[in-house]
């Protein structure tokens, strides 16, 4: 019993971790490209006045 | 020949200056004495559990004291751009990394020789027929540290929080050379074979060199601006 | 989402459920250690991906010394984060698969200790990238010290092993491989490869979202000018 | 003397250098002008061999400084706001030390002179930390043309001198500019600049946005150049 705990805990651990980082990785990229499109659009506003 | 002149005038500036501050040496010198001292009430003054752990504490005194010495040195360089002022001389950079760490060696090795008479009467070490391998063994730690400490200190001198920086990138690279030191140190001093202590100064040196080379050749571009 | 983050994401995906039905359905169950061996089949294929990542650190640091391209600084920040990540899981899941066996969380072999200074090592590099002034220089130093970390991997194995061999270290099971039944190994390469995957799409998302992030450091300056 | 050939510096965002391209004669006396931050300083330390460009290349005295960088040292004579000497040794050490690193012939003579001719021959046994801005700056410039170099590269040599200590640098500075030696002078200082230059090069956000002769630019035209953001 307490052998499959182990075996639990590692994997739940591996998941976690990867996914966390997936995560993190994801909300930086999103948050950059949102930006990004409110840059351009105000790159395009100061062109066009 | 002018290359070794210049690597000679810049170990020769570094002492100078060191003899009228004197704040490396003589603060690493305190520091590795109280390192020893705060052994010598961890464990049981006599005691023969002492004896077998002198060499390791002999080590550990001398690798904070150096990760000390080494932290000032490169930040008194910094202090008014000195390093920018001997870049500008017609001096090849891997000279600079060969006069840095001949510099450190100096330092280090004095601290060296004036904790470790202390520390054989503190610990009541038996140092009869060891003391030239001792002090050799002494040296080529010293220099695989200071080599690779020289290299480590220029970095962190150009980050923030350097003091904190130099140990943290320090140490965990040279637990090799600190292990074979202070396993040679520990051989020697229980008197073992000298089989087995010439196994652990072989590895020691291959370390050494590997270390010396690399850090050699990686040096110019700590140094570029 | 873009479509040249999808593909990778899904192979990565399929690779990872294939590698979980063999480790769990395809390969039997060990008859001494029971099913926490299971651990195995992704411990050692982190193992594997770690140390993949640091080469990666050390190949893209040269580079960047050679060529000063930015990129090859992004690369080497990227691999030494999915490094630490992967050796971290190295270091939890170690243990996890010891207790129950060995009945100790920890012994110093060679393996797990150089996990665990590589740990520190590849920690100090990403402290030392966060803490400094100049990006450039920053970027050189992370790279000399990438170098340096790499080159200590077999450095620090073989110090450790030597060290270990001398002293008595509880039995580690045999090799690995060595007594591994067919569907075991068959099972371990598959892990293998399919970390080998995940790893690849973590550092191309990685290294995307780092090159991305400068594009846009340089497009708000050139705008705000 | 100093050529100078599409030099770019960038890193990640940040674009130091864009394509600065000139040359200097013999005996020209150049000042780089420019707001802090333009690039002015990079380029400095890029002709002087502390940091490497990105793109392009220059020739300094007939040697690249990518190729030959202990050559190009040996050419030039650089001064800037950091004295570059040691607060613990005294003036005359302080010479020694950098007289030895150029392998000066006759070390002790021309230390001698330098001494007479910085007027710090009475203080020549004192530590350098008891010296003023001004002094240790008369020092520094002694320090930067031990070697007797026909370039020099003055990156704000003036920075925190009083009026006095300003002058008198000057002075000293103009009596070793000898009539064929080259000078490369970094400065914001307008008014100094069109005061003491043949020529003006004026840099804006690491581009050369003016290259003209001193005499054929006014101070109000510089100050719209330097102001101007539109641009």
Request: net charge positive; charged share 15%.
């Amino acid at each position: 019993m307490s052998n499959l705990t182990y075996l639990f805990i590692a994997y739940a651990f591996i998941w976690t971790a990867i996914f966390l980082y997936l995560l993190n990785i994801g909300k930086k990229l999103s948050f950059i490209q949102r930006e990004i499109k409110l840059l351009k659009e105000d790159g395009y506003k100061s062109e066009g006045n | 020949m002018t290359g070794l002149k210049q690597i000679l005038t810049i170990v020769q500036k570094d002492l100078i200056l060191e003899m009228r501050s004197k704040e490396i040496i003589v603060s690493m010198l305190v520091f590795s004495l109280i390192v020893v001292a705060v052994f010598n009430f961890i464990f049981d003054p006599g005691s023969e559990q002492i004896r077998t752990t002198a060499p390791g504490i002999l080590w550990i005194a001398i690798i904070f004291a150096s990760n000390l010495g080494l932290s000032r040195s490169f930040a008194r360089e910094h202090e008014n751009a000195h390093m920018q002022g001997i870049l500008l001389c017609p001096v090849d950079r891997s000279l600079l990394y060969i006069a840095k760490v001949i510099g450190n060696i100096i330092f280090i090795t004095i601290v060296e020789i004036i904790s470790l008479p202390v520390m054989v009467v503190l610990f009541d070490l038996d140092l009869h027929g060891v003391l030239p391998l001792l002090l050799l063994v002494l040296f080529l730690g010293t220099l695989g540290f200071a080599g690779v400490g020289t290299l480590f200190s220029t970095i962190s001198a150009n980050t923030k929080s350097r003091e904190v920086m130099l140990p943290i990138l320090l140490f965990p690279v040279t637990i090799p050379i600190i292990l074979a030191a202070s396993k040679s140190t520990s051989y020697l001093l229980a008197g073992r074979d000298i089989s087995q202590i010439w196994s652990w100064m072989r590895i020691l040196i291959i370390f050494d060199v590997i270390f010396l080379v690399v850090c050699f050749l990686l040096y110019e571009y700590v140094l570029e601006e | 989402m873009d479509k040249k983050y999808l593909i990778p994401i899904l192979l990565s995906y399929v690779a990872i459920l294939a590698a979980l039905y063999f480790a769990f359905i395809y390969a039997p169950t060990e008859r001494t250690m029971g099913d926490v061996q299971r651990i195995f089949y992704f411990h050692v294929p982190s193992a594997w991906v770690s140390f993949l990542a640091f080469f990666v650190v050390c190949i893209a640091s040269i580079a960047f010394l050679r060529t000063g391209k930015e990129s090859w600084d992004i690369l080497a920040a990227s691999s030494a984060e999915i490094g630490v990540l992967f050796i971290t899981i190295v270091l939890i899941t170690g243990p996890m698969w010891a207790k129950p066996v060995w009945n100790t969380f920890w012994t110093w072999d060679a393996r797990l200790t150089t996990s665990f200074i590589l740990w520190l090592i590849y920690i100090a590099y990403l402290m030392l990238r966060s803490y400094v002034h100049d990006k450039e220089r920053g970027a050189r130093f992370a790279a000399v010290f990438g170098i340096i970390g790499f080159l200590d991997v077999p450095i620090v194995y073989m110090s450790i092993r030597w060290w270990r061999t001398l002293h008595p270290a509880p039995v580690m099971g045999g090799k690995e491989g060595s007594g591994l039944a067919p569907e075991m190994l068959m099972t371990l390469m598959i892990c293998l490869g399919a970390f080998t995957i995940l790893f690849a799409t973590l550092l191309f998302l990685r290294y995307k979202t780092g090159m991305v992030a400068t594009e846009f450091e340089r497009l708000k300056i050139k705008i705000h000018s | 003397m100093i050529k100078v050939r599409n030099i770019s510096k960038s890193f990640a965002s940040n674009q130091a250098l864009q394509d600065v391209t000139f040359q200097i004669q013999k005996g020209q006396f150049v000042t780089l002008l420019g707001v802090n931050g333009a690039g002015k300083t990079t380029l400095t330390r890029i002709l002087a061999t502390l940091t490497r460009p990105t793109k392009g290349t220059a020739q300094i005295a007939g040697h690249w400084i990518d190729k030959e960088p202990i050559a190009v040292r040996r050419q030039i004579g650089v001064m800037s706001h950091f004295s570059f000497l040691y607060g613990d040794l005294s003036a005359e050490e302080n010479l020694h030390f950098y007289g030895k690193m150029y392998a000066v012939q006759n070390l002790q003579q021309r230390i001698d002179e330098l001494l007479q001719q910085v007027n710090l021959q009475t203080r020549r046994y004192e530590l350098v930390q008891t010296f003023s801005r001004g002094m240790q700056q008369r020092l520094s410039l002694a320090r930067a043309i031990i070697h007797r170099p026909n370039i020099l590269l003055l990156d704000e040599p003036f920075a925190g001198l009083d009026v006095n200590a300003h002058k008198m640098l000057n002075d000293l500075l103009h009596n070793f500019i000898a009539h064929d030696s080259t000078v490369l002078l970094t400065t914001h200082d307008i008014d100094y600049a069109v005061k003491n230059s043949h020529r003006l090069i004026i840099i804006k956000d690491g581009r050369v946005i003016a290259d003209e002769p001193t005499a054929s630019i006014t101070t109000n035209h510089i100050k719209n150049l330097l102001a101007d953001k539109a641009k």
